[in-house]
């Protein structure tokens, strides 16, 4: 029923900037909007959420340098991500899941995109 499509995923020099985008196909009312990313090796973590009312969490690695928000009328859901790092490298998927009260766990998150790859050199 709801997919979660993202894109702006690439490769970009260490410092450069990038805008991942997540398009909702079906409106998730007061729902919890989010991204993880996963590194080549490495489990899957979350950077970022955002709930139905606004309210941003962000993980300490990307405070400061990483920015969500939503266009609801395109129901779109962006990941802005300034001077990026290595580190920065991997699959970067977003995800949802209904409710007013944002979850930081994975397993929690009803529904997931296929991923976008995003490529940091040195």
């Known amino acids: 029923q709801v997919q979660l499509v993202e894109s702006g995923g690439g490769s970009v020099q260490a410092g450069g900037s990038l805008r991942l985008s997540c398009l909702v196909s079906n409106h998730i009312d007061k729902s919890c909007m989010a991204w993880f990313r996963q590194a080549p090796g490495k489990a899957r973590e979350g950077v970022a959420s955002?709930?139905?009312?606004?309210?941003?969490i962000y993980a300490d690695s990307v405070q400061g340098r990483f920015t969500i928000s939503q266009d609801t009328a395109k129901n779109t859901v962006y990941l802005q991500m300034n001077s990026l790092s290595p580190e920065d490298t991997g699959m970067y998927y977003c995800?949802?899941?209904?409710?007013?009260?944002?979850?930081?766990?994975?397993?929690?998150?009803?529904?997931w995109g296929q991923g976008t790859q995003v490529i940091v050199s040195s």
């Open positions: 995800a949802a899941h209904s409710g007013k009260i944002c979850s930081r766990v994975e397993i929690d998150f009803e529904y």
């Open positions: 955002r709930n139905w009312i606004g309210t941003a």
